[in-house]
């Protein structure tokens, strides 16, 4: 008959793992650990980021947190859920004025 073959995700899983596995535990960890270094990611953005980069958003969350009462919006904009904050963001860059956005 010429019905689908069945296959059997179980096994073709385990089979993947154990690929896996054989080809990690295949690789020497010393010459390997050698291609990579340790980073601390905070520091890297602090020391690379631009300061007039950094000077304009601090501005443009002055001019936010006002619109953001003006919603009736209590919260800080980090404790905002992502959806939500966007929406707001939106509806900022959309109705903040000319001259308002010159002053930053």
């Not at 296959?7 to 020497?28: F, G, P």
């Not at 300061?51 to 980090?78: C, D, G, V």
């Not at 939106?90 to 930053?104: A, D, G, H, N, Y």
Request: net charge negative; glycine share 2%; charged share 35%.
């Amino acid at each position: 008959m010429g019905g689908a073959k069945e296959v059997d995700h179980e096994n073709e899983d385990e089979r993947y793992e154990n690929e896996i596995l054989k080809t990690v535990s295949n690789v020497n960890t010393n010459s390997e650990v050698r291609k990579f270094k340790a980073v601390d990611i905070d520091s890297f953005l602090s020391e690379n980021e631009n300061e007039n980069t950094e000077k304009k958003t601090n501005q443009a969350m002055k001019l936010f947190h006002p619109f953001l009462h003006y919603k009736e919006e209590s919260r800080l904009a980090q404790f905002i859920p992502p959806d939500t904050l966007n929406e707001y963001i939106c509806e900022f860059l959309l109705s903040v004025t000319k001259k308002e956005w010159r002053r930053i």
